[in-house]
């Protein structure tokens, strides 16, 4: 696990080193950087719950990663869902908190980049968390010890890539 982690340590290191890049975005827009920290811990929470219950069907024997396992899909559907609803409420925390502050954007702004951004990370978590219990299965490494770390921490990384991309464009900087 120890080269899994430092491998994981420079990934992190990279979000960090993106996120100083994109300073004048967010003192622009102050609002956002209220955004990131949610936005990014969403993503990851995400891959990290669609991974735990891949991980729990595995070890139940009811999983075979199936293109046609109806409750593989059901859980990616529930898994856009709750992004759904869990990034919605994030643009209107936001919008709502910008307004007390002084510092907002109109709801419409902050619902597009949140959704968008969030739809998106989304759906990246669910492509990694799919991948990354597959590969650990297939591995013979038990994906309670492997997904979770990954999945979160590359989800993260990419989460912050496209919320300030996604910033960006909708605010046309």
């Known amino acids: 696990m120890f080269p899994l982690l430092v491998v994981l340590s420079i990934v992190v290191l990279w979000a960090g080193i993106t996120l100083q890049s994109a300073e004048e975005l967010l003192e622009r827009y102050g609002i956002l950087a209220v955004m990131v920290p949610t936005m990014i811990n969403l993503g990851g929470n995400l891959g990290a719950i669609l991974s735990s219950r891949l991980s729990s069907r595995l070890h139940l024997g009811t999983t075979e990663f199936d293109p046609h396992d109806e409750v593989l899909w059901a859980n990616v559907g529930a898994i ?94």
Request: glycine share 12%; charged share 5%.
């Open 80 to 173: 856009l869902a709750l992004a759904g609803t869990v990034f919605t409420a994030l643009a209107v925390g936001a919008y709502l908190l910008g307004a007390l502050l002084g510092i907002g954007l109109p709801l419409t702004t902050l619902l597009a980049i949140s959704l968008l951004s969030g739809m998106t990370v989304a759906l990246i978590a669910i492509v990694f968390g799919i991948a990354v219990t597959y590969a650990s299965y297939h591995l013979g490494i038990d994906p309670d010890d492997t997904t979770i770390p990954i999945v979160t921490n590359v989800v993260d990384v990419f989460g912050m890539l496209v919320f300030l991309g996604v910033s960006a464009l909708v605010l046309g900087v």
